[in-house]
């Protein structure tokens, strides 16, 4: 009928107006003008497929591109031969449906029609969701492009899983939901499971859309993943209608923090304190006014006894309760690494009346965000930078600024003007403490190398290498290595055929850091913060200035070190000194910053993954990795867990 039409087009000028007026192109996009002279590297027939409707953009010539509004509504003159087509096919989809597919070519997951546009317009004036097309890809050529890169992983996938929508913005993404869901991206998914997918995708798009999901700056698909991932030991896949709005409503502060440009709000500083003074008059007082103890559950996925990192805590966690004795209560659970395992501990602190649930490693970070999804009366932690979430707050420490100090004491210890510096993985903010220590080395010996070395990464024997490249002075591990009680740790000075001597320690005052916390929880700090920061993540990124990391300098350091590493000290605690302003040089001469700049952002800093311009060396490969180590990547690494890093 021509009062379909009608509608219909009044809907498309409607469109094609407000376009005009925010400045977008208001006829449908042309396949052919956007690929040009550039063809990408061939056409895959894909088939006949069921495909959203939502993905159909435009047109594969430009002969129907002014016919039809950017949303696909008609434009024409209701009296046209155009719009008379059009209201006999509006009626026979009406009456019987219309049967015949569309003809498409799909470029970066969208399809552009070649044959059918009126049969498309009409099934979007009806608000169908889907369309049947016979469907020609366009391969894009090979591209350092993210979202080349991004595609061509998504050809991987829809090989094995065919379904439209997943339409990720980050590399590994497609990877990870395969692994999330028990499957490859090698061998076909069983059809009940693509059917799953496709079903529980449709579910989840309606439901995010109808809370506001298309005002935020994330793909559906990116989204998607984040559910997939908070509901992967309780069945992501085949949910009811209601049950997806109640799933995505529980998940909706998660989605909102993911999508925002900066999502994780870093807070350097416990608002407590002013300088380096804690009232301990104030503190004693909030002490014996406390109603009943705050009790906190650490629950770890590794043993002490086994890793340096996890006994640090637990020494942190045994401070805490002797420094604040009655007005605290903890317990601690080693070794949950597997979700059940970590599940059941969390489940078993919540019944025992747990206040705050502690997880140590970034490896945690998702089983946390799912208990304090689960249990959202009780406070969690992770320790870990650069992850966000709104459910789950995370904190660490600046070791980097005490990296600083270490370089400046390492350079002036080398005769020879080479030190080395042995790291672990490279992780959120581990290349940043590489970086400080090399700049605080230049800052007293300009022609100082630092020789970088990763222990995580395999078959390199980095004593060897450090032996070859006539090293003696060298920044270990932070800590002693239960794995290999040889290893060296803190600033030491290695001697041919005897134990290294060690002359500086770094050290994590996790006891310190974790009273500081439990202060802010007492006397209400710890709302306001998520007050005053809403839709954001919090990061808690305290250094020296709040005495949670320090150097602790060995006897035999000269007079004149031990005085240089004092003043640093103090111009860094008090903020007059920052390893990462002004100019600042990568490897091969690159320019991160020009002199006079402000410093890098926190965020930089945490992500970082450029050398300084005196590191001999490069992060590592993903493949050179250890198991444990590339695990540590995929949850929190600076290099893709999936791809190659470029050589730094």
């Known amino acids: 009928m021509i009062e379909d039409y009608r509608k219909a087009c009044k809907r498309g000028r409607h469109e094609v107006s407000d376009a005009v007026s925010h400045g977008r192109y208001p006829y449908l996009p042309v396949l052919d003008d956007i690929l040009g002279d550039t063809r990408g590297s061939g056409e895959v027939p894909v088939g006949v497929r069921e495909i959203p409707m939502e993905l159909v953009v435009g047109t594969k010539t430009r002969a129907r591109a002014n016919t039809f509004s950017c949303g696909f509504m008609p434009i024409a003159d209701e009296d046209s031969e155009f719009a008379a087509k059009w209201s006999r096919l509006f009626d026979a989809q009406v009456s019987e449906g219309i049967r015949d597919p569309v003809v498409v070519y799909e470029y970066l997951q969208r399809f552009y029609v070649q044959e059918g546009n009126k049969r498309v317009s009409v099934l979007r004036s009806l608000d169908v969701p889907t369309i049947t097309a016979s469907i020609t890809r366009v391969m894009p050529a090979p591209s350092d492009d ?8 998504f050809v991987r996938l829809y090989q094995v899983v065919p379904v439209y929508g997943l339409h990720f913005s980050r590399e590994g993404s497609c990877e990870q939901l395969a ?26 798009t309606r439901s995010y859309r109808a809370r506001g999901g298309a005002l935020l700056s994330q793909t559906v698909a990116d989204a998607f993943l984040l559910y997939v991932k908070a509901y992967a030991t309780t069945g992501p896949l085949g949910v009811s209608a209601r049950e997806m709005d109640r799933r995505v409503a529980r998940l909706w502060g998660e989605l909102v923090v993911a999508a925002q440009d900066e999502a994780i709000a870093y807070l350097e500083q416990p608002s407590e304190q002013k300088g380096r003074i804690i009232s301990k008059v104030k503190s004693v007082s909030r002490t014996l006014r406390a109603p009943r103890p705050l009790h906190m559950a650490f629950v770890y996925d590794r043993e002490p006894s086994t890793s340096g990192w996890t006994a640090q805590h637990e020494r942190g966690r045994l401070s805490l309760q002797e420094r604040l004795g009655k007005a605290v209560a903890t317990s601690a659970a080693f070794g949950k690494a597997t979700d059940d395992d970590f599940d ?20 945690q970070m998702e089983q946390t965000r ?30 980097y600024e005490v990296k600083f100090l270490m370089g400046a004491l390492a350079a002036g210890m080398a005769e020879n003007h080479r030190v080395g510096y042995l790291a672990i993985s490279p992780i959120f903010g581990s290349v940043a403490e590489v970086n400080a220590f090399a700049i605080g080395a230049a800052m007293v010996d300009p022609y100082c190398t630092v020789h970088l070395k990763w222990s995580s990464a395999e078959g390199f024997d980095w004593r060897r290498e450090l032996e070859e490249d006539d090293v003696h002075v060298l920044a270990g591990r932070d800590y002693p290595n239960p794995a290999d009680p040889s290893e060296p740790w803190g600033l030491c000075c290695l001697h041919r055929n005897a134990a290294p001597e060690r002359v500086a320690t770094p050290v994590w005052d996790w006891g310190c850091y974790y009273e ?26 305290w250094g020296m200035s709040a005495d949670v990391v320090r150097l602790e300098l060995g006897e035999g350091i000269a007079t004149g070190q031990r005085r240089l590493v004092q003043l640093l000290e103090r111009e860094v605690t008090e903020g007059r000194v920052h390893p990462f302003e002004g100019l600042l040089m990568a490897q091969r001469g690159e320019v991160v910053r020009n002199e006079g700049s402000q410093r890098l952002a926190n965020e930089e800093i945490a992500s970082m ?12 490969k993903s493949w050179e990795l250890s198991e444990a180590a590339a695990g540590d990547v995929a949850t929190s690494g600076v290099i893709s867990a999936e791809t190659d890093a470029e050589d730094e």
């Not at 993210?146 to 992983?153: D, G, L, N, V």
């Not at 916390?517 to 998520?530: A, H, N, T, Y």
Request: aromatic share 10%; glycine share 4%; proline share 5%.
């Open 146 to 153: 993210p979202a080349i890169r991004c595609y061509h992983e």
């Open 179 to 204: 692994k999330l869901l028990g499957q490859t991206l090698d061998e076909p998914w069983p059809e009940d499971m693509v059917r799953r997918l496709t079903s529980t995708l449709y579910q989840f």
């Open 344 to 363: 059941r501990a969390v489940a078993s602190a919540v019944a025992e009346g747990a206040d705050v649930v502690v997880t140590a490693s970034p490896r």
């Open 370 to 399: 799912r208990a304090a999804m689960t249990y959202p009366a009780c406070t969690f932690i992770n320790c870990s930078v650069n992850l966000s979430s709104s459910a789950v707050r995370t904190f660490y420490a600046r070791m």
């Open 516 to 541: 500081l916390i439990v202060r802010s929880l007492q006397d209400d700090r710890w709302r306001r913060e998520g007050a005053a920061h809403r839709d954001r993540a919090l990061n808690y990124w």
């Open 609 to 620: 993954r450029w050398l300084n311009e005196n590191v001999v060396g490069r992060l590592p």
